[in-house]
C-alpha cells in the first residue's frame, strides 16, 4: 500500500483513500485532501519531515506520520 | 455593561474566513484602525470590535476574529472563534457574518462558507485574492456563485479597498431585511460532521467550482512591466483545470526556500541578519537619543538651577525615561523585520523547517512563530500559542517564553555590558550580547526537553501532536503596513512601559534624594567633582531608599549582591525595563555626553 509520505519531489498521485483511524484524518479532508484529488510532492524538509504538498491550488505543509494517512 | 441595549441595536457584522485570505486587511479598511494583519495563521490573537467608519455611512459594529477552517475546530484559538461566531459573549450572535473566500483557493474555501450558511447564519461572501486567480489567467462569475449559494457574493480587494461599496451596499439590504425577518432568522449550529457527509460537501463544491471559474483565455494585463513579463510565461503554462495550481513564483521560490540544505542556510542567515541588525544598525540611533536625552537633563537643569526640583526634573524625570528610551530603535527595528518576515510568507516555511528539531524535544513548528515574538515581548507571544493544537506542546511552549530574551531585558544588559566592558569596546559588547542571546535560545531548548523527558507525569500526552499548515503565496510585503506595525507596536511598548517608568523614576529619586538632600561633607583640598561625588554617596547612603535596600539585604547578600540591587530589584516588580533607570539613579551614573560614569 503506498502513500502520500513514499512520494517522490515531484510526484503526483491521486488520493485513493484517508486512514480513518488517523487522529489528523478529519482535519486533513476538511483541508482538502480528500479522496479522488491530485496532489503533488512539492518539498521535503531536512530529516523528510514535515512534507509539502500541492492540494486544490494550495500548499499545504503536513508532518510525515500524516502524510502516511493518505493513501495513493 | 452598559451599553448593552445600545450595542444591540446595532447590527453586528462578524468577519470570518480561513487564515490568510484577507480579513484583517478588510477590518482595517472598515474601520480605519491600522491593526497588523500578517500572512501566518493565528496572527488575530485578540477580537477586534469597532464601528465601521462614518464616511461609508453604515451603522453597524464589526468584529474581527481569528481564522478558521471548519466550524470543527482542533485548536483553542479555532474553538473560540467558533463559540465566538455563534454567540459573542457581550454583543451575542453576529447579525451578518462577513467570510473572506480566497478565489485562488476556492473549494477549500467554500466549504468553511457552506457551514456557516447551513448554520442558518446570514452570510455574505467577499471574494478575495482575485489578483492571484487572474494571475493564473482566470476569472470567476460572483453572479453564477450567488444564486448557487443563495447568499451575495461581493468582490474586493482589501489592498486597495476597491469593492468595499458593493460589500456595504449588500450589508444594508441585509440590514434591512432583519428588521422584517426579526426573530425568525435562529441560527442552530447543526452541521454535518461525519465523514461522508464531509466527503458530499467537497463533492458538491467541486461541482459549484467548475461552475463557477472561467478561462479568461489571456491574463490580465498589469501596468507593472515585471508582472507583463510573469504573465506571458505564465500563459504558456496555462492548461485547462490549471487554476487548481499554486502560485508558480511561489512554487519556484520554494524550491529553494524550502531546500533541504540551501533552505536551512537560508533560514539561518535570516535569523542571524535579524538578530544582528537589531543591535548593529540600531547603534547610531541609540547615541542620539541618548546625546538628546543628557543634552535635555542638562539643559533642564541649567534653566531650573542647582535645586532639590531641578535636581528632580533633570535627573528624577528626563534621565529616568531617558535610559529606557534609548532603547527604542532595536525594539523599532525588531518589529519592523518580525512585521516584514510575517508579511512576505516565510514566517510558515520556518516554522515548517523547525518543525522536525522541535518536535523531538516536546515542542512543535508552530512554536516557532511565538518563539520568535518573545524576543519582541512575551505577553503576546504567549497568547499566540493558541495555534498549537496539542496542549502539552502549547504549555510547554508557554513555559519556555519567558525564557526567551524580549526587549525589554535589552536595556538591563546594555546597562549590565557597560558595567563590565570598557566604553571603547564595542565589538566585545556587541559580542556579549550576542551571546547572552544565543545562551537564552540555548537554555530554553535545554528546559523544554528536559521538562519534555518528565511531563508524562503531569500533562496529559494522550493528544495527537499534528502539524497541518497552510504555506501562503509569497507576498511583497508593504513596507508601510510594516511600518506602521512597527509604530504601533512600538508606541504599545512606549505608552505601556513610560508612564509606569515615569512615576516608578520620581518614586526612586524621593527616595535616594530624600531625606539628607543637602548633607554636609568635608571640603578641605578636594575638588569640584570629588565634593558632588562624596555629597551624592553620602546623601544615598542616608536616603529612605537606602533604608529599604538595608531592609532586605540579609536577602541579597547570599547572590553576591547589596542593598543598591535590592532598591533597584524592588522596582523591577512593575516592569523589568525599570531595572534600568532604577539602578543608574541609585548608582548615581551620570550620563553625560557619550561617556557613562559610574560614581560609587
Known amino acids: ?72 | 455593561m452598559k451599553d448593552q441595549t445600545t450595542l444591540n441595536k446595532t447590527p453586528l457584522i462578524a468577519i470570518t474566513g480561513q487564515p490568510n485570505t484577507g480579513k484583517t486587511t478588510l477590518f482595517n479598511q472598515l474601520s480605519g484602525k491600522k491593526f497588523k494583519t500578517v500572512n501566518y495563521p493565528g496572527s488575530t490573537v485578540e477580537y477586534s470590535i469597532s464601528k465601521i467608519l462614518s464616511k461609508y455611512a453604515v451603522n453597524a459594529n464589526i468584529l474581527d476574529s481569528p481564522g478558521i477552517i471548519s466550524l470543527l475546530p482542533v485548536s483553542p484559538d479555532e474553538e473560540l472563534s467558533v463559540q465566538t461566531l455563534f454567540k459573542h459573549p457581550e454583543h451575542g450572535t453576529p447579525d451578518i457574518i462577513a467570510v473572506t473566500v480566497d478565489a485562488s483557493q476556492l473549494s477549500r474555501n467554500l466549504y468553511l462558507v457552506r457551514q456557516l450558511i447551513n448554520s442558518g447564519f446570514n452570510v455574505v461572501v467577499i471574494l478575495t485574492m482575485l489578483d492571484l486567480l487572474h494571475k493564473k489567467g482566470f476569472d470567476i462569475s460572483d453572479k453564477k456563485l450567488s444564486e448557487i449559494l443563495k447568499c451575495d457574493v461581493v468582490r474586493v480587494n482589501s489592498k486597495t479597498g476597491e469593492g468595499i461599496d458593493n460589500f456595504l451596499t449588500s450589508v444594508n439590504k441585509s440590514i434591512l431585511q432583519l428588521s422584517k425577518l426579526s426573530e425568525n432568522n435562529s441560527v442552530t449550529g447543526h452541521f454535518p460532521v461525519s465523514r461522508e457527509n464531509l466527503l458530499k460537501s467537497y463533492t458538491e463544491i467541486e461541482q459549484i467550482e467548475k461552475d463557477v471559474i472561467f478561462n479568461t483565455g489571456i491574463s490580465e494585463t498589469f501596468k507593472e512591466t515585471d508582472l507583463d513579463k510573469i504573465n506571458k510565461e505564465l500563459i504558456v503554462l496555462n492548461s485547462p483545470g490549471s487554476f487548481q495550481k499554486p502560485d508558480e513564483f511561489t512554487l519556484k521560490l520554494d524550491k529553494f526556500v524550502l531546500h533541504k540544505f540551501w533552505g536551512l542556510i537560508i533560514f539561518f542567515l535570516t535569523m542571524l541578519i535579524m538578530f544582528t541588525s537589531v543591535f548593529y544598525i540600531a547603534a547610531p540611533a541609540m547615541d542620539l537619543v541618548n546625546d538628546a536625552f543628557s543634552l535635555w537633563s542638562e539643559n533642564a537643569s541649567d534653566i531650573v538651577g542647582d535645586n532639590w526640583y531641578g535636581n528632580l526634573i533633570s535627573q528624577g524625570i528626563i534621565s529616568g525615561v531617558g535610559s529606557v528610551m534609548v532603547f527604542l530603535p532595536q525594539i523599532l527595528i525588531l518589529f519592523l523585520i518580525l512585521s516584514l518576515l510575517e508579511n512576505s510568507g516565510f514566517l510558515a516555511r520556518g516554522a515548517m523547517i523547525i518543525d522536525k528539531p522541535l518536535s523531538k524535544i516536546g515542542l512543535n513548528g508552530k512554536s516557532f512563530v511565538p518563539m520568535l515574538s518573545g524576543f519582541a515581548c512575551a505577553i503576546p507571544a504567549m497568547m499566540a500559542t493558541r495555534t498549537i493544537t496539542n496542549k502539552k506542546e502549547r504549555m510547554l511552549t508557554i513555559f519556555i517564553i519567558p525564557l526567551m530574551s524580549c526587549s525589554a531585558r535589552l536595556p538591563v544588559y546594555a546597562l549590565l555590558i557597560a558595567f563590565l566592558i570598557p566604553k571603547d569596546d564595542a565589538l566585545t559588547g556587541g559580542l556579549i550580547l550576542t551571546l547572552i542571546y544565543i545562551f537564552s535560545i540555548a537554555s530554553s531548548l535545554v528546559i523544554a526537553a528536559v521538562v519534555n523527558k518528565f511531563s508524562k507525569s503531569f500533562l496529559n500526552t494522550n493528544d495527537n501532536s499534528s502539524f497541518i499548515l497552510e504555506l501562503p503565496a509569497y507576498r511583497k510585503p508593504k513596507l508601510t503596513a510594516a511600518v506602521t506595525s512597527m509604530f504601533s507596536n512600538a508606541k504599545q511598548y512606549v505608552l505601556k512601559a513610560g508612564p509606569v517608568i515615569l512615576y516608578l523614576s520620581i518614586i526612586l529619586w524621593v527616595l535616594t534624594y530624600l531625606p539628607n538632600y543637602d548633607p554636609v561633607v568635608n571640603e578641605n583640598g578636594k575638588s569640584e567633582d570629588e565634593i558632588v561625588m562624596l555629597k551624592n554617596s553620602e546623601r544615598i547612603a542616608t536616603s529612605y531608599a537606602s533604608e529599604i535596600g538595608y531592609f532586605i539585604e540579609p536577602v541579597m547578600k547570599p547572590l553576591g549582591l547589596d542593598w543598591r540591587v535590592g532598591v533597584a530589584l524592588i522596582a523591577t516588580f512593575a516592569a523589568r525595563e525599570v531595572f534600568v533607570s532604577s539602578l543608574m539613579v541609585i548608582l548615581k551614573l551620570l550620563i553625560q555626553r557619550k561617556t557613562i560614569k559610574v560614581l560609587f
Do not use: V, W
Not at chain 1, 484524518?25 to 509539502?52: C, V
Open chain 1, 1 to 72: 500500500m503506498k502513500t502520500a509520505a513514499d512520494m517522490k519531489i515531484g510526484e503526483k498521485a491521486r488520493i485513493e483513500d484517508i486512514d480513518n483511524s488517523h487522529p489528523s484524518s478529519h482535519r486533513l479532508m476538511e483541508i482538502g485532501f480528500t479522496p479522488g484529488q491530485e496532489i503533488e510532492m512539492l518539498n521535503k524538509t531536512l530529516f523528510n519531515d514535515p512534507i509539502a504538498f500541492s492540494i486544490r491550488g494550495s500548499i499545504i505543509a503536513i508532518r510525515k506520520n500524516e502524510a502516511a494517512s493518505i493513501i495513493i
